[in-house]
């Protein structure tokens, strides 16, 4: 993923804007924070699940992979295997579906997990999605250049991430001690349930066209670990009232998508395009540790004028640079309205490193 970035990036703009591997760094750091944080709150909580849900589990994530591929329905797939698994066990078909025969002889049980799991794991599962994305979202601003509906260009920010965390849970049957002795084995009424780590896919992608990206991620994020706190007072009601476990799972998958949509429309009213302009260059990119970083760019702002001269174009901008082949001082209209000013040394007769993105050429 992040090869495919960098070399896109520098096909369209020339530099990486960010060269390094900031996807690698983020997927180990979500690996081993979520993964060891999230291990040990689940390890106490201990949800329990059937090999049912995690067949299913496994099957939505390979069908989503194969028909869908680039679009991630991660928590989607968490739930709903949960609500098939609570349908079955409720009906009784889950007996029938395979036979405890076949279940025994490999270790397993047949034994159903109570509905409340199924609700605990999924509000589990969507609050750490809603950390990663305020964690991560809009933290690496990448533009995609392509055109409104008035032919104009216009720069969008996509967040796309996928990760896969570790997590405890307990699954009936003593299947891994009778092939690893000294694999652990608890009893919970009179049945025995074996811990296991089970890889959890969390994949989220949405692209942001007016706001501003950090801050856009950030309330999203926020609002998903808050409807995930909701998730565990539907658990609570789940755990005396079983049947609740199915319409809990569809709120929470419901409200996701709500969400999601809820923040593209706050994106979509917003009054202005990262779009160019006609009285300046629009800043679309920063490279970090440059000049531009610096003097506090930020992307949407406008330059007017760089060393006292107007730009209107990349051309222009690059020229006006060289001007002063150390220093530059540019006339900048921030998102708010505001006119800045800021001043820099640059590096000596380099003005394409300075750090700034735009559009390249004229429309």
């Given at each position: 993923m ?7 990036t520098?096909?369209h ?8 591997h900031?996807?690698i760094r ?10 060891v944080?999230g291990?040990i ?6 949800p329990?699940?059937?090999?049912i849900?995690?067949?299913?589990y496994?099957c ?5 992979l ?10 989607e797939?968490?739930a ?7 349908w079955?066990n409720?009906t ?6 395979i036979p405890?025969?076949?279940l ?5 049980s047949?034994s159903?997990?109570?509905?409340f ?8 599962i ?11 979202g ?10 409104n509906e ?11 991430t ?16 009778s092939?690893?002795p000294y694999w ?9 349930l ?10 989220f ?7 501003l990206?950090r ?16 998730g565990i ?16 799972l569809l709120?929470?998958?419901?409200g ?5 949509m ?6 979509r009213?917003?009054?202005d ?9 629009r800043v679309?990119?920063?490279e970090?540790?440059?000049?531009a ?6 992307i ?6 760089v ?6 174009n990349?051309?222009e901008?690059?020229?006006?640079l060289?001007?002063q082949?150390t ?6 209209r921030?998102?708010?309205g ?7 040394a640059?590096?000596?007769n380099?003005?394409h ?5 735009l ?5």
């Amino acid at each position: 993923m992040s090869k495919h970035r960098i070399q896109a990036t520098r096909q369209h703009f020339h530099n990486a804007i960010y060269p390094q591997h900031f996807e690698i760094r983020q997927l180990w750091m979500n690996l081993l924070l979520f993964g060891v944080v999230g291990s040990i709150i689940s390890f106490v909580v201990g949800p329990v699940v059937t090999i049912i849900w995690f067949a299913i589990y496994q099957c939505l994530l390979l069908i989503n992979l194969v028909l869908i591929p680039g679009v991630f329905f991660s928590f989607e797939s968490a739930a709903i295997a949960a609500g098939i698994a609570i349908w079955l066990n409720l009906t009784g078909y889950a007996n029938h579906l395979i036979p405890s025969q076949l279940l025994n002889h490999y270790g397993l049980s047949a034994s159903p997990a109570a509905a409340f799991n199924y609700v605990l794991l999924a509000s589990f599962i969507l609050f750490i999605l809603g950390a990663i994305i305020a964690k991560d979202g809009g933290r690496y601003n990448i533009p995609v250049v392509s055109r409104n509906e008035r032919k104009n260009r216009i720069a969008g920010y996509p967040f796309k991430t996928l990760n896969v965390i570790p997590l405890f849970m307990f699954i009936p049957g003593d299947w891994i001690h009778s092939t690893i002795p000294y694999w652990p084995v608890m009893m919970l009424n009179g049945h025995s349930l074996a811990f296991v780590v089970v890889p959890v896919s969390l994949g989220f992608q949405m692209t942001v066209f007016k706001s501003l990206p950090r801050w856009l991620f950030k309330q999203l994020g926020k609002r998903i670990m808050q409807l995930a706190l909701i998730g565990i007072l539907l658990m609570v009601v789940s755990l005396f009232l079983p049947i609740a476990a199915l319409p809990s799972l569809l709120i929470m998958i419901l409200g996701l998508w709500w969400l999601r949509m809820h923040f593209k429309a706050v994106d979509r009213n917003q009054a202005d395009w990262y779009s160019e302009v006609i009285d300046g260059v629009r800043v679309i990119g920063i490279e970090p540790n440059t000049p531009a970083a610096k003097m506090q760019l930020a992307i949407g702002d406008v330059i007017l004028t760089v060393n006292n001269q107007p730009v209107t174009n990349e051309d222009e901008f690059y020229r006006a640079l060289l001007k002063q082949s150390t220093y530059c001082r540019m006339k900048v209209r921030n998102r708010e309205g505001r006119l800045l000013i800021t001043e820099t040394a640059i590096f000596n007769n380099a003005p394409h490193e300075i750090g700034v993105v735009l559009f390249k050429g004229k429309s």
